[in-house]
């Protein structure tokens, strides 16, 4: 099993910066071999992805963040992380770490992100 734990949300002025961060542990093999994902969910909206990291290390990012926000990855501290800057109020949301294996997917608890105006 691979369990994934997101932190670093909180309350930010719009035009802020905040850097989540999504630790694994458990069957971490899982993590290296897989793509990791972001989604967040607003209050009455679905779950939407907000960015993609391939194993390799390629890129992939929803309209709505392009050039805002940024998706990486630590496979040596079994991390992934996402930096978000000039955030707005329309990106308040619960942000949850996601991965999918042949099996299963696997998310987080999800991190409250709110940006105030």
């Known amino acids: 099993q691979l369990q994934l734990v997101e932190s670093g949300g909180g309350l930010v002025q719009a035009g802020g910066s905040l850097r989540l961060s999504c630790a694994a542990s458990?069957?971490?093999?899982?993590?290296?071999?897989?793509?990791m994902a972001w989604y967040r969910q607003a209050p009455g909206k679905q779950r939407e992805l907000v960015a993609v990291i391939s194993r390799g290390g390629s890129t992939n990012y929803a309209d709505s963040v392009k050039g805002r926000f940024s998706i990486s990855r630590d496979n040596a501290k079994n991390t992934v992380y996402l930096q978000m800057n000039s955030l707005k109020p329309e990106d308040t949301a619960v942000y949850y770490c996601?991965?999918?294996?042949?099996?299963?997917?696997?998310w987080g608890q999800g991190t409250q992100v709110t940006v105030s105006s």
């Open positions: 996601n991965t999918e294996s042949p099996i299963r997917t696997y």
């Open positions: 458990g069957s971490i093999s899982i993590f290296r071999l897989n793509a």
